[in-house]
């Protein structure tokens, strides 16, 4: 089983010297900075991008990494961009350059960057100031494009203290009702920035500030602002159909698709969209590939794992976590290479560079490679939990290989991250928590339900010569959920719950919000720790393969899924969990994926069915679930084979009372997705 030791608390133009303050820099040993350098010259208006680059030497054979740190006018240094390695050119290393998007309140900001030899240790530190400017003059508020044309940069003027901001914004032609941003607190004499998005192509827009002081709302002067088209030229856009319309009055009116398709490589922008497939944002591209992952909307931006260059040479595929703005902004980011040393710091060995691996790999060797699947920002102070890819070499014969060699496991590790996206905490799947002879929960003697191997969806790094050919995918885990206290047994803070697809289970592991131990609280699934209660007599009343899964309403509940039902579709004999499919017995309602909700009791461990809706479709992978504030639910059937091409299915249900079904009352096809969510705005994401 995974769980944590003890351990795991401890947690351009040349700078002209009048303008840019530059502060000594401070080498340690043999790391010396010799440069930081902006694109454009300070002062600059909010809405520019400035550029930056540090040049720094090591007499260490290093390699140089440079971290870039902000703090905004009076405030402190936060990390923007997490330590990432430079490149060297004779004795110089230079960094990846740092796109900062000015897009806060004015004044003067400090802009820091660290170099660091993290084998020797060493590291050196330059600080400088720049100034940001406003476009503002006088009462009236300012709209500006940005490199998104469907996303305004909406400038309102300065606020009195103690008062809240938002921004108001309708098509001139009156043909949807108006939306809002999220409220922002005055910060005088600064103006307050919001990027302005969920708007439709070429189309004109009225915007204004509405100013909150004391439950007394004052409407400020309006602007204009006109939409760019969608660049068709920049990558595939895609389209969506309706099959069944939704209510024109559900509060629920907008779309947000994370496509994403496995099999045809087709790398669509994540798009918002009306009810009707109308695209009102997308996803700006943050390179040509556009190779991205949209794990969870927040408020006003969105996580994202991404391609990118790390610390292993040649290796870009999802090393990169960000946090990106509407516009396309990276708003911060950390990669596989310093979470790497983090966790190895917090006491896991299993936190190895895969490159620094010998070939062949021994026995015991473990590495962690890449994000997967879900990042999540619902934590207490801002901190976010991802999940890792981590690989470990066991014994020939391991999980009833047949290949006489050595044998590749792929599990999974959660890392949890502070405000400055630093390891604090992990749960590694391969880490024996106080079971004497190790795994008391999860035994790696327990393969895949149905036998997964690394064929498709999963990356490995050290299969290969000396090695069993294939690795298996043992858990497979998609989706992390955060679950705040109180609830049964636990008051004092929150837990972490785990959805493993190639297990059939959801994990409840004791997180705490960091005191917690690690251990596995709870299995939910076929085999595992609940009694299933089957109200409607079900012939396979359990999810399986499902993605997904949360505790809705704060953590009240009920428990939502998506249920792609791979083993419950699989032959009678398939299955190695202990839980036999249904195969060619299926039913026409008994092997299409299904929309769940569950209660259930921690104390006397029993899950009840509230709606187990057949959606027409099997989903063989991905998907959504999730509870809408007018009791209807929303799934994502996410990559429906469809002739030559993969369909994803945006479908609403509302519950028929006294069943644990009922109708579609909203159907909308489109690309293949990964994940999706239906919400009121952009400024409104789900907490699930």
Same mark, same amino acid.
């Given at each position: $089983? ?19 303050? =530059?502060?000594?820099? /401070? ?57 990432? =390695? ?19 309140? *004015? ?106 002081? +004391? +439950? ?123 979470? /790497? ?48 890819? =981590? ?9 009833? *290989? ?25 749960? &590694? ?83 705490? *919000? ?14 595992? &720790? ?31 899924? $998506? ?67 007018? +009791? ?33 009352? $909203? ?11 239906? $919400? ?9």
């Amino acid at each position: $089983m995974r769980t944590v030791s003890t351990k795991k608390r401890n947690s351009g133009w040349w700078l002209p010297i009048a303008t840019l303050a =530059v502060l000594c820099p /401070q080498a340690n040993g043999t790391v010396t900075i010799d440069s930081l350098q902006p694109t454009l010259p300070s002062p600059q208006q909010i809405g520019a991008t400035v550029g930056w680059t540090a040049t720094a030497t090591d007499t260490n054979p290093g390699p140089l990494t440079f971290q870039f740190n902000v703090a905004p006018p009076g405030g402190t240094l936060a990390t923007t961009r997490n330590f990432n =390695v430079g490149t060297l050119s004779g004795a110089t290393w230079k960094s990846q350059s740092f796109p900062w998007a000015l897009t806060g309140i *004015d004044g003067s900001y400090q802009v820091q960057v660290v170099a660091k030899d993290f084998s020797s240790g060493e590291s050196a530190s330059t600080t400088v100031s720049f100034v940001v400017t406003s476009p503002v003059t006088g009462s009236n508020p300012v709209a500006q494009p940005t490199k998104n044309p469907l996303v305004a940069l909406f400038t309102a003027p300065s606020c009195t203290a103690g008062s809240t901001v938002r921004v108001s914004f309708q098509p001139q032609s009156g043909s949807v009702p108006a939306t809002a941003t999220n409220w922002a607190n005055c910060e005088p004499p600064s103006p307050i920035t919001f990027e302005i998005a969920g708007m439709y192509s070429s189309t004109a827009y009225t915007m204004y500030a509405q100013v909150s002081t +004391g +439950g007394n709302i004052v409407n400020g002067p309006t602007v204009s602002f006109t939409t760019g088209p969608i660049p068709t030229s920049d990558f595939p856009i895609p389209t969506f159909h309706v099959g069944i319309p939704d209510s024109p009055s559900d509060p629920n009116q907008v779309l947000v698709h994370g496509l994403y398709d496995v099999r045809q490589n087709i790398n669509y922008p994540d798009v918002a969209t009306d009810l009707s497939g109308n695209i009102i944002w997308y996803n700006y591209p943050t390179d040509a590939s556009h190779k991205t992952m949209m794990t969870r909307p927040l408020p006003a931006s969105f996580l994202a794992i991404q391609y990118g260059p790390a610390w292993a040479p040649g290796v870009v595929e999802y090393q990169l976590l960000r946090q990106m703005d509407f516009a396309g902004n990276i708003v911060r980011e950390t990669n596989i290479g310093i979470l /790497q040393q983090q966790v190895l710091a917090l006491g896991n060995p299993d936190a190895q560079a895969c490159d620094d691996i010998p070939s062949p790999a021994p026995v015991g060797a473990a590495c962690l490679g890449l994000f997967h699947h879900d990042a999540i920002q619902t934590l207490p102070n801002g901190y976010t939990a991802a999940l890792v890819d =981590v690989e470990k070499i066991f014994p020939a014969g391991t999980q009833g *290989d047949t290949s006489g060699l050595p044998v590749d496991i792929i599990g999974d590790m959660i890392v949890v991250l502070d405000q400055n996206w630093n390891a604090v905490w992990y749960w &590694d799947s391969f880490d024996p928590h106080g079971g004497g002879n190790g795994y008391p929960q999860l035994p790696v003697s327990r393969t895949a339900v149905l036998d997964e191997t690394c064929v498709q969806g999963c990356v490995t790094f050290l299969t290969g010569k000396g090695i069993a050919p294939t690795a298996h995918d043992w858990l497979h885990c998609n989706s992390l959920y955060y679950w705040p206290a109180p609830q049964d047994g636990n008051t004092t803070g929150g837990d972490i719950m785990v959805s493993s697809r190639d297990q059939d289970w959801v994990m409840k592991i004791d997180y705490q *919000d960091g005191a917690g131990t690690g251990d596995i609280l709870w299995r939910m699934g076929p085999s595992g &720790d609940f009694t299933f209660m089957n109200t409607y007599n079900d012939p396979w009343p359990w999810f399986s393969h499902q993605h997904e899964a949360g505790i809705e309403n704060g953590g009240a509940g009920p428990f939502t899924v $998506m249920d792609n039902g791979n083993t419950r579709r699989s032959p009678p004999g398939k299955s190695t969990g202990g839980v036999p499919g249904l195969g060619d017995k299926c039913g026409p309602n008994d092997c299409n994926s299904r929309g769940m909700s569950l209660s259930f009791d921690q104390t006397s461990m029993l899950v009840y069915p509230v709606l187990s809706a057949n959606l027409g479709y099997f989903s063989d992978a991905m998907g959504s679930a999730q509870l809408l504030a007018d +009791g209807n639910y929303y799934f994502l059937l996410a990559i429906v084979p469809d002739g030559k091409i993969d369909t994803g299915y945006d479908i609403q249900i509302q519950p028929t009372p006294g069943t644990d079904n009922g109708p579609q009352v $909203m159907n909308v096809s489109g690309p293949a997705g990964y994940r999706g969510w239906q $919400m009121p705005n952009l400024y409104s994401p789900p907490i699930t």
